[in-house]
């Protein structure tokens, strides 16, 4: 039996300040896998430990005898969970310490560069980790999908063909929810609910618990689309060594089956959050219509709870009014989704591939059938005017409005494995940052945002930069808040709603102060409309 130990993503944050606060997925259904086939895996979640000193991190590795110590890096905290590494290899000299995930996948180089990674598994963890798994330290050459550090060099030894169906399937199936210690991660939700837990207003408690007990899965493999800014698309592609990668999902009994199973470990839950880039992309109408059908069933016959909803992820164009009124039926209750931008032009920049009427037809449909849209938006790209930025303000306002949430970004970040990373690479747009590695003395240079061309834009991103956080600090003292999530995707909507509507006042206020029209112009009117739906919902 091979002893495997690995790390999710760290932000080095309490929970309560964390971006993620939810499980890191990926290792855990490595770990259930390899659990399966007759080896040992743990999972720790960095934050959730709350990790801050080696003290804290010796007593998870330190005579534990690990055969293999892994981190999944992700580029927003690449540095903090490199610091993991060495502290892994620190206090459990004899583990191999393995990276992966799209991070380690796209970005080898910087990760095997600045830090004591020997092996990266690229792709899907499941099967070359399984090899590795039987292979120990000999003939690591002939296992698919690695790349081994050799000194100075690199040693690809070969692709790791995407999960076909069956093995899909498998894989997700063989998720144990049991080893998942989500109730811990709902106490960290129900700490930032705490007054509308307290409230007498049933229906705001009701939505709060809704928000609070939420189980994750990922039910399929994919995304086919293109777009600049994003490397989902590309990381089967890219470990499968060009393949294009088949959509590949579980079928509607598999699905009730997964389902079923999260509710008869945690039967408090009341959410199951579908965390697939896009939940609708390759369904046809008649799976829906199945999925629906055994989901009305399986509630109607006492398997699952009557009130369990859903929340997906999905492209505007992926959904239609007839679906959105399916998914109605099976208590889909948020569909997040991503939007970008209110401009044809950035949208056609970022190659979105659909068009701002078709954003704004779904969004009309999902608020008619009943379901809340979460609009995911990002500001500027490298093109970018004034107009996209306050022409995306105030539509995503408008629809917050009318009941949506969102979660917004002022400029893309560069993902290693994007197309956009690649043609703006070393260029003057994008910022890079020295960053240390915790634990060492180590630093590296990590690209960190690609700002827009337009030099007033430039500036209002960084005046932006220097202002918000005591935005944010007037603002919770003003709402006697105890603390507001750091940024925009937290698993607690109202704390998404509340970033965000900050971000936007904000950069009004800098439109004023910077006299840039008609949007200064705008700002007085603005900002208390913008302030105005903090409080809503
Ligand atoms: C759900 C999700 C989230 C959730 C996370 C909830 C959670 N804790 O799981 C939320 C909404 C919080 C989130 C937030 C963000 N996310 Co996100 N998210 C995803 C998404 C859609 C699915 C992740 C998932 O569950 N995958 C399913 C599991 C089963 O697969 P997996 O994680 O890839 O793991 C497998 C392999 O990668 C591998 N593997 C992974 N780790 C390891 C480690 C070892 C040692 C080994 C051997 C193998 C291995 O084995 C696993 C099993 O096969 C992905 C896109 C995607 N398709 O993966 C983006 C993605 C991970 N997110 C991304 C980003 C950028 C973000 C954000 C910055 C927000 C944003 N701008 O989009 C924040 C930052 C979070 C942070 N603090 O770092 C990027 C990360 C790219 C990168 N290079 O880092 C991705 C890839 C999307 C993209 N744009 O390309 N995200
Ligand atoms: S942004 Fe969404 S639609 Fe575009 S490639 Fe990524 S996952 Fe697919």
């Known amino acids: 039996m091979t002893r495997f130990l690995f790390f999710g993503p760290f932000e080095s944050k309490n929970l309560d ?125 002939k296992i698919p999908g690695l790349i081994l550090k050799d000194k100075e060099r690199k040693i690809k030894t070969g692709p790791n063909k995407a999960l076909n169906n069956e093995e899909f399937a498998e894989v997700t199936m063989a998720m144990d929810f049991s080893r998942i210690p989500y109730d811990r991660y709902w106490d960290a939700t129900k700490r930032f609910y705490m007054a509308d837990l307290e409230s007498s207003n049933l229906q705001l408690r009701a939505r709060r618990n809704q928000e609070i007990y939420t189980v994750r899965f990922f039910q399929a493999n994919y995304c086919p689309y293109n777009c600049t800014f994003c490397s989902s698309h590309r990381f089967q592609d890219n470990a499968s060594g060009g393949d294009k990668t088949k959509v590949v999902s579980l079928t509607g009994e598999q699905f009730i089956y997964l389902v079923k199973k999260a509710y008869d470990t945690y039967p ?26 055994l989901l009305t069933e399986e509630k109607q016959q006492g398997g699952i709870p009557m009130g369990l909803s859903f929340i997906a992820q999905s492209r505007v164009d992926n959904v239609n009014l007839e679906r959105l009124n399916l998914l109605r039926r099976a208590n889909f209750r948020l569909i997040s989704y991503g939007i970008e931008s209110f401009s044809q032009r950035m949208l056609d920049e970022i190659c979105k591939e659909t068009t701002v009427e078709r954003a704004e037809q779904t969004l009309q449909d999902t608020l008619s059938v009943g379901i809340r ?21 105030d539509r995503t ?23 956009i990373e690649v043609t703006t690479r070393g260029s003057d747009l994008v910022e890079y940052r020295e960053v240390k590695i ?28 220097e202002i918000i956080e005591d935005r944010k600090s007037e603002f919770m003292d003003t709402h006697k808040m105890g603390h507001l999530p750091k940024i925009s995707q937290s698993a607690s909507s109202k704390a998404t709603r509340l970033n965000t509507l900050i971000r936007f006042a904000t950069l009004y206020e800098l439109a004023k ?17 913008i302030q105005g739906l903090s409080s809503k919902f």
């Not at 009341?270 to 629906?292: A, P, S």
Request: net charge negative.
């Open 17 to 141: 300040w964390s971006n993620f606060s939810a499980p890191p997925l990926g290792v855990h259904r490595l770990a259930s896998y390899l659990k399966n086939q007759g080896h040992h895996a743990d999972v720790i979640d960095p934050d959730l430990e709350k990790i801050a000193t080696e003290r804290d991190f010796r007593i998870f590795v330190e005579g534990k005898r690990y055969d293999f110590i892994g981190i999944s890096p992700t580029h927003i905290t690449l540095e903090n969970d490199l610091g993991l590494a060495y502290l892994a290899k620190k206090y459990s000299p004899e583990s191999t310490i393995i990276a992966g995930g799209p991070e380690a996948t796209f970005a080898y180089d910087l990760v095997m560069d600045n830090s004591c990674v020997e092996i990266v598994v690229i792709g899907e963890g499941e099967k070359p980790t399984l090899e590795l798994a039987r292979a120990g330290r000999v003939g690591l050459e």
């Open 268 to 293: 408090q839950i009341q959410t199951v959050i579908l965390q697939d880039d896009n939940f609708m992309v390759g369904l046809k109408n008649k799976k829906i219509e199945r999925l629906v059908d």
């Open 373 to 393: 849209p979460y609009l995911n938006i990002i500001l500027t790209a490298p093109n970018s005017t004034f107009y996209d930025m306050f022409q995306t303000i």
């Open 397 to 419: 306002v408008h629809y917050i409005e009318r009941g949506a949430e969102a979660g917004s970004y002022n400029t893309i970040i560069p993902l290693p494995g994007s197309r």
């Open 438 to 465: 915790p634990f060492t003395d180590y630093t590296f240079k990590k690209a960190e945002r690609i700002f827009p061309k337009d030099s007033g834009l430039r500036e209002m991103i960084h005046r932006f930069d």
């Open 513 to 529: 102060e910077m006299n840039v029209q008609p949007y200064g112009g705008m700002a007085d009117g603005e900002i208390p409309r």
